[in-house]
């Protein structure tokens, strides 16, 4: 009875309101329009019509739908005067009065020319930062980076990226979920700078892909933690323990003799792991003393190579059909990870806080304490930038002072003739 007054009250309210244009009125054509209130909407459980329209905001009203959920929902037409309904909620679940001011915001973005359910709709298709990372690896990490960065960058993203900001639309990523995910690193200051450097190339590349506003990349603005650079070099004495200690190994007979040979070969060239464990014998130029290096982290380059490096090498044997210089232990392949070998060995030496890459920079420091120039230690070393050169430079100050005295003990000996000897340096 309450339903039938209520239906026969609309009926009355809506030939009293007729819309006042003809595209209105095909719009709410055999349906009922009403200023709908609380009273209304609580009473229109069902109805023999698929809409109630509100006539306080043109479009807007409830769907009845076919399963018993009844839905808010703003329906106009787009620029290119189509019908376009966006679904707004619930209801029930959002109030009447939230309802009309979504409805509300809704009309005035179709009054500024746009569109909100084309807006949903492209919101549907975003991708999401997990899509994003695929299309990553695809168009750039398998093509544009070496194997080295490449394992890192997966390594960030499915250790720490994605976990927390995967499921995220990509245009949903803020500045405040980056810096919140770099903050949760903190207890790791190094991996944490490392990641945010993931997420700034693959949102600035999400901007070139048209998947982000231009100028947008979430990473922006926020402060790297400092990093202490750890070196550690081996002193002369150090030096000759693993010396021994190799020797010893190979005596025994037990561990593989390329890695004993790695080690040796890192140790006597200041090269890089990589380059060391991807070396190819067609690389090794021994009329020259060169390792030609077609791939390394700062481009193709040259090492020069002493005797020692040479007789190293010339004690490997080649072994048919395999271009390695470090075998590994399936036909054709290299020797691939040297982590357990080297902490046998420096447990062994004794030297339990020794990495492997501060054989390069022991090899680095014992060229400068020679008094070889930061620029020919950059050039062996292969260092992209004097930056990366500069840290060397306090252990040549002792050389470089002693060659500056000579140079003015020799400028003051012929200032007095040769008759005088110069003052000694204190």
Known sequence: MMF????????????????????????VSGDIMAKLTKTIVEAATTHAKEFLWDDEVRGFGIRFLTSGRRVWVYRYRDQSNRWRQLKIGEVGVLTLALA??????????????GSPAADRDAKRRALTVRQLAEIFDDRHVALWVKPSTAAEYRRSLNSYILPVIGSKRVDEVTRQDIARLHRDLGHKPTQANRTIEVVSKMFGLAEEWGHRP????????????????????LSAAELSRVGE?????TAERVEMPSAIAAVRLLMLTGCRLNEIMTLQWGYVDFKLGLLRLPDSKTGAKD???????????????????????????L?????????????????????????????????????AASGMSLLVIGKILGHASEQSTKRYAHLA????????????ASIFRS???ATVDAPALS
């Open 4 to 27: 039938s007054r209520l239906r026969a009250f609309t009926l009355h309210l809506a030939s009293q309101v007729l819309p006042e244009n003809g595209s209105e009125t095909a719009q």
């Open 100 to 113: 009309r001011e979504q409805a509300r915001s809704a009309a005035a973005k179709v009054q500024m020319g």
């Open 214 to 233: 231009e100028g947008t990349n979430p990473r922006k603005g926020i402060r790297k933690y400092p990093e202490k650079k750890r070196e550690r070099f």
């Open 245 to 249: 200690v190799l020797a010893e190994m």
């Open 303 to 329: 090492v020069p190579v002493g005797d020692p490096v040479l007789a190293v090498l010339r004690e490997i044997p080649q072994v048919d059909g395999n271009p390695w210089v470090l075998t590994g232990k």
């Open 331 to 367: 036909p054709g392949g290299r020797l691939t990870d040297l982590q357990p070998f080297w902490r046998r060995v420096r447990e062994r030496a004794g030297l339990k806080d020794a990495r492997i890459h501060d054989l390069r920079h022991t090899f680095a420091s014992v060229a």
């Open 397 to 408: 100050r002792g050389t470089v002072r002693e060659a500056a005295g000579d140079v003015s």
């Open 415 to 417: 200032m007095a003739g």
